[in-house]
């Protein structure tokens, strides 16, 4: 399928000429995983290539190793690129008195669960007490909660629930590996144990990949074992060396995850459910709306921006939820609040994992439910409960707004013609109520979708760009505002007819279509497979010679 992002200002949709909407087209927003709008050139070059390192698996002579979790930062940090994950590691050691304390021997709780040779690595003594589970969190968009001042997040701390709301979150204070002596809060990590982007890759590379860099220049031994490190270890330390730029891999690395934009929520003004979590206190602890500091020293994309993210990025204590792990000032019980965007694409969720499964609906509930029946979420829990099963489901729907994309109407995580039928529903049709399913399509929040939203939309859509009836108005675009009729659902026009060869569209099978083919011989692309072999070939080549010409 061929996909584009059109411009669409001199596009006449519906009758109406672009001039009508000189006030200017609302853009929809960007998926997740996408850079931030508003980077430099230059920003975005270090975007991308920070972007293709996390992608990139470690080998032995780099320095992955000699214990680690995986051999890159994709592995954990997947969907999308640099979002959730669905790996998790271990933390191990021991209960002393109801007070959790490392293993005899050992430097961390991190376990490592590979090695590049059998004998270094390590295992989970069986007598550890204490052994939990963590999935991997996302780092979507850390730019820009770095970005939150540390006296916005200290102004909503409450150590000693002053206001008897039985919430009482605090700062965890922790210094950053690149600037040693200088508290900041904490907010990454499930128990907010890092502060910077730059800290969290440092200290990542090492821990999980066993990449030693400047901020941590030396390696974890084997279940303490320094004598075996010394033995399995056979890269000089640090590994991680800046290359010609004067750049090291955490430099990059952080690069791209500092520049990673935020993930949409739709509809964008919120949902009925929103007002309903806020009443029944969920809102006190996954805070919606922060902006970000306007520190000379930020990057213009990060600087004074108004970011979404549903958390205060406070510690609490969770009762049951508790995974008897200390980690700094954070103590066995308490969690730093996650963050919400792009909820909708989490499975598992919780930081054991135990929300899962494919059903959204099922793992959310399971997840507030979870909050229950001890710990600073369990009021919440309770007054979810206490909710009628409309009122439940109202704000399932707006925790499923979370990550949703402008137009996704079959929200599927993709704006292409299976989104058109719906759409078409819609057009025209009114959305003051933002849990109307039309409401999806509102991008400008006017109460209905009109022609401007249409524009709008031809900047997302995915789907084959084409005019086969020639009247200057896009295929989706006529079959959405009802001036075309498409029965057999394959965003063409049913007056077009069916073509096969025609593989761009223009209702001729010529030189174009070939080239296209060429280009895609051998691939499984869907556009030039025509006879739906899976592959593309002498058949397909064939079918297009008998087509040539014009579309019947």
């Known amino acids: 399928m061929i996909s584009r992002n059109l411009i669409v200002g001199a596009v006449a949709i519906a009758g109406a000429s672009a001039s009508a909407f000189a006030g200017g087209v609302v853009p929809p927003q960007p998926k997740a995983g996408l850079p931030l709008p508003d980077l430099s050139t230059a920003q975005l070059a270090l975007f991308e290539t920070g972007k293709n390192l996390f992608q990139h698996p470690l080998e032995v002579g780099e320095g992955l190793g000699p214990i680690f979790n995986k051999a890159g930062c994709m592995s954990c940090h997947a969907n999308p690129l640099g979002g959730w994950g669905t790996i998790t590691v271990s933390h191990f050691g021991m209960d002393k008195e109801g007070e959790f304390i490392l293993y005899p021997g050992e430097v961390q709780s991190l376990a490592q669960a590979f090695a590049n040779s059998e004998g270094c690595k390590e295992i989970i003594p069986t007598d550890a007490t204490v052994n939990a589970i963590r999935v ?31 919430i009482s979150g605090r700062v965890h204070w922790v210094e950053a590996l690149e600037a040693p002596g200088v508290t900041r809060a904490g907010r990454f990590g499930w128990k907010a144990q890092v502060a910077t982007t730059l800290t969290f890759t440092g200290d990542a590379s090492r821990n999980e990949m066993g990449l030693t860099n400047r901020l941590v220049p030396s390696e974890n031994p084997p279940n303490g074992n320094y004598a075996l490190l010394a033995q ?3 890269v000089s330390d640090p590994e991680d060396v800046p290359d010609a730029e004067g750049l090291a891999f955490i430099d990059r690395v952080t690069a791209f995850q500092r520049y990673l934009g935020v993930p949409p929520q739709t509809p964008r003004s919120g949902m009925n459910g929103e007002t309903l979590f806020n009443s029944i206190g969920c809102g006190a602890c996954h805070v919606a709306e922060w902006t970000t500091g306007n520190d000379a020293s930020l990057e213009s994309a990060l600087r004074g921006k108004v970011i979404r993210p549903y958390s205060d990025f406070l510690l609490h204590d969770m009762g049951l939820l508790a995974d008897g792990i200390q980690q700094g000032d954070a103590n066995e019980s308490e969690f730093r609040t996650p963050v919400l965007w792009n909820l909708r694409t989490r499975d598992p969720m919780l930081h054991n994992g135990s929300a899962s499964g494919s059903d959204f609906n099922i793992r959310i509930r399971a997840a507030i439910t979870a909050h229950g029946p001890f710990g600073e979420g369990a009021g919440s829990a309770a007054a979810f409960a206490s909710l009628t099963s409309q009122q439940q489901q109202q704000v399932v729907n707006f925790l499923d707004s979370l990550g949703r994309l402008d137009f996704d109407a079959d929200g599927d995580g993709h704006v292409d013609m299976n989104d058109l039928p719906g759409l078409r529903s819609c057009y025209t049709q009114q959305t003051t109520n933002p849990d109307d399913a039309c409401a999806v399509a509102d991008v400008d929040q006017d109460g209905d979708v009109d022609p401007a939203d249409l524009q ?10 084409g005019d086969c009836n020639t009247n200057g108005v896009e295929d989706a675009i006529d079959i959405i505002t009802s001036a075309s009729t498409d029965a057999d659902y394959d965003g063409v026009p049913d007056e077009c007819g069916s073509c096969t060869g025609d593989i761009d569209g ?28 899976g592959d593309v070939g002498g058949k397909d080549l064939a079918l297009i010679m008998a087509a040539w010409g014009d579309c019947p």
């Open 136 to 166: 991997t969190n996302s780092s979507l968009a850390f730019g820009m909660i770095e970005a939150i001042p540390d006296a916005d997040i200290s102004a909503n701390a409450d150590d000693l629930d002053a206001n008897g709301d039985g």
């Open 232 to 234: 399995c270890d056979t």
């Open 456 to 465: 709008s939309f031809l900047m997302a859509y995915e789907g084959e760009a």
């Open 506 to 533: 223009d209702g001729a099978v010529g030189g174009l279509d070939l080239a296209l083919l060429l280009a895609a011989w051998g691939s499984a692309d869907p556009a030039a497979d025509l006879d739906d072999s």
